[in-house]
């Protein structure tokens, strides 16, 4: 029964690894631990609906579990001219006889197992993925919140503009990668649909129970239509969308860190076990991490337009193209947007703010001009005039090589608005309008809120996956007593 009935012939070696890859023994360990979580759950719901009987279910989960348990080493060599689940099929046939192990795909197909396959992965990522997001946030805020009184210049068009925080400014990036992880939380949350049922693309004609498996599976719902089920991967191409926003937002991080560390800023020091050297010059220190971070941006961009791609204009049914293909890419993206998240922790944990430079360079750099034109609109004067006086003071300042406007402008103008000594902690701590910095405390604390909301998202869903997996484990185990009767579930679910 190695054929299909059908076909007799065989792909070629070079073929065979062109289309499946080559099958190492981690790769068939890793495929097949997949495939059977679904078997096991899609067995208990085949025999609770007398479709097979219950000593071939005993034989099958026991040699699925064996087989599981040893990481399927006994498949790894084995040839697999159709696949690794045609061959991990087989293999079930040859050990337990055609009677038991010919009925394992009873009432599903390879599109609707590949596609469930496809759901937990992607879940299973999600869940890791969220797990290190937040723990990125949690060091951004918590190095926002200790250096959220170091004073530092913030640049427009790489020109210093106004004083702001360097513990501002992480909260600002932390912010931002919140909402990024949000969208990606709600673009996987689609994945909570099972697409087990589906079969090979119009349901089936046998009284399966979709409910029984998403449940035992830990889906929360089961799919209402085949066609979509099988035909549609726009959930894991939502969730490299937005994952390739969030490592967009990463790799502006990264550019600003790596500017801000070089000798000719010194704002930020990495410690030596953050950096690399020159093979040829002596002197370097390279933040080469940030480069890293920087890259991967372009890795999941280049992911999404790929599986966009290869998407696009396939047939609305099950497709390699989709399936399979554009998958691979997804996945791809993804691994370069955890990698991207993994080195940002500590990139962002070991980057120390040298303060001194830092405040040096927001009173040098003329930060405070904007502060200045706004004390004398408060005085009366109206903002372009004011504009214009404190430019002119800049322009005389900058002509005469100084860096401070005492003695530029209007005579005795700074002290009659009360800004003579214009400190620059001050300066910072009035801009407490329009989400300024002086105003820290309230978006800190929403930030705080929104990492609690996803660390409880991520929390609930991997308590209940586990709850569905002590249910299937229970299951099974009920199956495997010779002397249990399999439970009767009704017709009406």
């Not at 913030?154 to 106004?162: K, L």
């Not at 040096?360 to 502060?371: L, M």
């Not at 034109?373 to 004067?381: D, K, S, T």
Request: charged share 20%.
């Amino acid at each position: 029964m190695s054929g299909t009935g059908r076909l007799l012939g065989e792909l070629g070696v070079r073929t065979r690894r062109i289309v499946y890859g080559d099958m190492l023994p981690a790769a068939v360990a890793a495929e097949l631990a997949l495939t059977a979580r679904v078997d096991r759950a899609h067995v208990v719901m085949l025999v609770e609906r007398g479709l097979i009987s219950s000593d071939a279910a005993r034989q099958l989960l026991t040699c699925v579990q064996e087989l599981a348990a040893d990481r399927f080493r006994v498949l790894a060599s084995r040839p697999a001219p159709r696949g690794v689940y045609l061959m991990y099929e087989q293999y079930l046939i040859e050990h337990l006889g055609p009677h038991v192990g010919g009925v394992l795909h009873t009432g599903r197909s390879r599109n609707d197992l590949n596609a469930t396959i496809t759901a937990l992965r992607f879940r299973d990522w999600t869940l890791a993925f969220s797990e290190q997001a937040a723990r990125l946030e949690a060091v951004l805020l918590s190095r926002a919140r200790a250096h959220q009184a170091v004073p530092m210049p913030i640049h427009t068009h790489f020109q210093a503009a106004m004083p702001v925080t360097y513990g501002y400014y992480l909260l600002g990036v932390a912010v931002a990668v919140a909402r990024e992880v949000a969208a990606i939380q709600a673009a996987a949350a689609a994945l909570d649909v099972c697409p087990l049922g589906a079969a090979a693309v119009a349901g089936t004609d046998l009284p399966i129970d979709p409910a029984r498996t998403a449940e035992l599976l830990g889906f929360s719902a089961t799919t209402t239509h085949a066609l979509d089920a099988l035909a549609s991967r726009d959930v894991p191409l939502r969730m490299l969308a937005s994952a390739a926003s969030l490592v967009i937002t990463l790799s502006r991080f990264a550019m600003d860190l790596q500017l801000w560390s070089s000798a000719e800023f010194g704002f930020v020091y990495f410690p030596d076990r953050l950096v690399g050297g020159s093979s040829a010059m002596p002197q370097k220190r390279n933040a080469f991490l940030l480069e890293h971070v920087k890259a991967k941006a372009g890795i999941a961009l280049g992911a999404w337009t790929a599986a966009a791609s290869t998407m696009k204009s396939a047939p609305f049914t099950n497709s390699i193209e989709v399936g399979t293909e554009a998958v691979a890419e997804v996945r791809r993206g993804l691994h370069a947007v955890d990698e991207a998240v993994q080195l940002c922790q500590v990139l962002t944990s070991g980057a120390v703010p040298v303060a001194d430079r830092m405040r040096e360079r927001a009173e040098k750099g003329f930060t405070a001009a904007i502060s200045i034109a706004n004390r004398l609109v408060q005085h009366g004067m109206p903002f372009r005039a004011a504009h214009h006086m404190v430019g002119e003071a800049v322009r005389e300042a900058v002509e005469a090589g100084a860096t401070s406007l005492a003695g530029f402008g209007p005579p005795g103008w700074l002290d009659e608005i009360g800004l003579a000594d214009l400190d620059i902690a001050a300066l910072v701590a009035a801009h407490r309008h329009g989400g300024g910095p002086g105003a820290f405390t309230l978006p800190y604390g929403h930030a705080v809120a929104e990492w609690v909301r996803q660390r409880d998202w991520h929390l609930g869903r991997r308590q209940s996956i586990a709850q569905a997996e002590m249910a299937l484990v229970d299951a099974v185990r009920g199956l495997c007593r010779r002397d249990t009767p399999p439970a009767s579930r009704g017709e009406d679910r």
